[in-house]
Protein backbone atom coordinates (compact mmCIF):
# COMPACT_ATOMS: atom_id res chain seq x y z
CA UNK A 1 0.00 0.00 0.00
CA UNK A 2 2.79 2.68 1.17
CA UNK A 3 4.34 1.86 -2.33
CA UNK A 4 1.72 2.81 -4.66
CA UNK A 5 1.14 6.12 -2.41
CA UNK A 6 4.83 6.62 -3.16
CA UNK A 7 4.79 5.54 -7.06
CA UNK A 8 1.51 8.24 -6.90
CA UNK A 9 2.89 10.88 -5.52
CA UNK A 10 6.33 10.44 -7.35
CA UNK A 11 4.15 10.38 -10.78
CA UNK A 12 2.06 13.67 -9.85
CA UNK A 13 5.32 15.61 -9.26
CA UNK A 14 6.65 14.17 -12.58
CA UNK A 15 3.66 15.71 -14.46
CA UNK A 16 3.38 19.13 -11.97
CA UNK A 17 7.19 19.79 -13.18
CA UNK A 18 6.77 18.83 -16.58
CA UNK A 19 3.66 21.08 -16.85
CA UNK A 20 5.99 24.04 -15.27
CA UNK A 21 8.43 23.69 -17.62
CA UNK A 22 6.05 24.23 -20.52
CA UNK A 23 4.34 27.68 -18.94
CA UNK A 24 8.00 28.96 -18.67
CA UNK A 25 9.66 27.67 -22.00
CA UNK A 26 6.46 28.55 -24.06
CA UNK A 27 5.23 31.46 -22.19
CA UNK A 28 1.63 29.29 -21.49
CA UNK A 29 -0.81 30.62 -18.86
CA UNK A 30 -1.35 28.12 -16.42
CA UNK A 31 -4.84 26.89 -18.53
CA UNK A 32 -3.07 26.44 -20.92
CA UNK A 33 -0.30 24.62 -19.81
CA UNK A 34 -2.75 22.24 -17.94
Sequence with gaps: MML???LLVADTIV???NIERL???QGMSP???T
Design 15 to 17: VVE
Design 4 to 6: AIG
Design 31 to 33: CQG
Design 23 to 25: MTE
